[in-house]
């Protein structure tokens, strides 16, 4: 056997351990089969190397206080509609180039660790706001699902039509939350409830609202890299 490094984030495991989700049924990707049966020599298994060495040189930016959350300044920016979802009847896809492709329920993801960060969030149109957002890490997602060697960009795709791209080092990012809380309440659905993406690595068009499905790529296509993007708008969007 190879020298297995030590984990500095939860190894998929111990996410199914912390998180309680070791019941049959709890995977419905791929072919219907559960974790405990045939992708069990997977659980042990570290991610996969480029992204374990991702996962190392990753450190958080510095939060503000919760006394600093400035509630009246987040303005909702939705490009064209609102779109309703039934947060009973919603499953968050996740596929693409993955060892384990899954549909998770509401509760599927309330069980997976919250994290809560206050961040400024900052719209290219020239305002920004201190929020605080409490979710899931996407790396505890992708620790989930392991991506495949080969994956270097993630697309987000939401209900109202919008769709974003990252690379992965920024999805996987400590910071980088799916969220469902805003300021400590349920996320509002015009702040993009069930889930959004909430980050301080980047501004405001690419934390996607109403996301109901993560892809794992290698690629990106070239005319579809993101809503604002494919009109001209920075790919990359850092902070
Ligand atoms: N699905 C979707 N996500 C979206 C948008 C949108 O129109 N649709 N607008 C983006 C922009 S430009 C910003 S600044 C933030 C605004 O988030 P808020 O409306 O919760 O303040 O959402 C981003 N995510
Ligand atoms: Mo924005």
Redesign the pocket.
Known sequence: MSLILPKRTLSRRRLLQVSGLSGVGFLLGGCGTNLFSDNLRQISEPLNQSLEALLLTQKPIPEFPVSAIEADK???????FT?QIDPAQFRLIIDGEVNNAMQLSMADIQKLPLTSMVIR?????G?A?I?QWGGVRLRDLVALVQPKSSVRYVYFK?????Y?SWDLASAIHPQTLIAYQ?NGQPL?V???APM??ASPIK?????????TQITFVSNLLPTKKG??EDQGYEWFAGL
């Open positions: 987040l303005l909702v920016n939705t490009f064209d779109p969030h900052v719209c290219v149109e305002w706001a929020v939401s209900a109202d039509g919008y974003e805003k509002s015009d702040n993009g959004r993406l501004l405001g068009y690419k934390q996607s609202k109403w996301v809503y604002w």
